[in-house]
């Protein structure tokens, strides 16, 4: 559109699965739906929600790793029922 004009313009975006734990802690109506939509357009796989969350961000949680566990586990069978 605008050849050569935005050469120096970078954009940045966190991937699915990191977007959908950055949602996690807070936790309110619009980040489960915004994760639920996510689900749904197909850009989260559960098993890779889980791997992240055990290993990238509960290791680095300060408090209430157990709100956090059983956020993920109700995410997780609500918008992935079996």
């Known amino acids: 559109m605008f050849s050569g004009a935005w050469r120096r313009l970078r954009l940045f975006a966190l991937e699915a699965h990191d977007l959908a734990l950055s949602k996690l ?17 197909g850009h989260l796989r559960a098993d890779i929600l889980r791997e992240r969350y055990y290993a990238e961000l509960r290791p680095n949680l300060l408090a209430h790793e157990a709100r956090h566990d059983l ?12």
């Not at 807070?26 to 739906?33: A, F, T």
């Not at 956020?71 to 079996?82: C, E, F, N």
């Open 25 to 41: 802690e807070r936790n309110m109506e619009r980040d489960r739906d915004d994760v639920q939509q996510l689900a749904r357009a």
């Open 71 to 82: 956020t993920l586990r109700l995410w997780l069978a609500s918008y992935w029922p079996v």
